[in-house]
């Protein structure tokens, strides 16, 4: 699978203090993208919209930052991530049905 690249909205890259952010679809049993890449060192904003009304697209559990958010049906949510070490993190639904993948270089 391949990952999607996570953009830096600023264009000065020099600027540790500015979050990357990106856009996870919830819909028909899966996390559109499911594999996020993201640099190391930077906080991270996930926008979540869920578009699948199963009960189980209603929550995203993030283990390694002891994250759990509610997604309501089609209403965007932010989950802000600290900023990170290089690694595999991973994210997903409360019974694990739904799950995707953060890594971070």
């Known amino acids: 699978a391949t990952a999607v690249d996570v953009k830096n909205d600023s264009t000065d890259s ?9 856009t996870v679809v919830v819909d028909a049993g899966i996390y559109q993208p499911a594999n996020l ?3 190391q060192n930077k906080p991270l904003n996930i926008n979540f ?4 009304a199963s009960s189980c697209a209603a929550t995203v559990i993030f283990p390694d930052f002891d994250i759990s958010a509610d997604l309501p049906l089609n209403k965007l949510v932010q989950i802000p ?3 990170m070490k290089k ?3 991973v994210f997903h639904c409360q019974m694990k049905m739904y799950s995707g ?3 971070v270089k």
């Open 14 to 22: 020099t600027d540790s203090s500015k979050s990357n952010e990106v």
């Open 37 to 39: 890449l993201s640099p």
């Open 49 to 52: 919209m869920r578009k699948d």
């Open 81 to 83: 991530l600290p900023a």
């Open 87 to 89: 690694g595999e993190y």
């Open 101 to 103: 993948t953060l890594l």
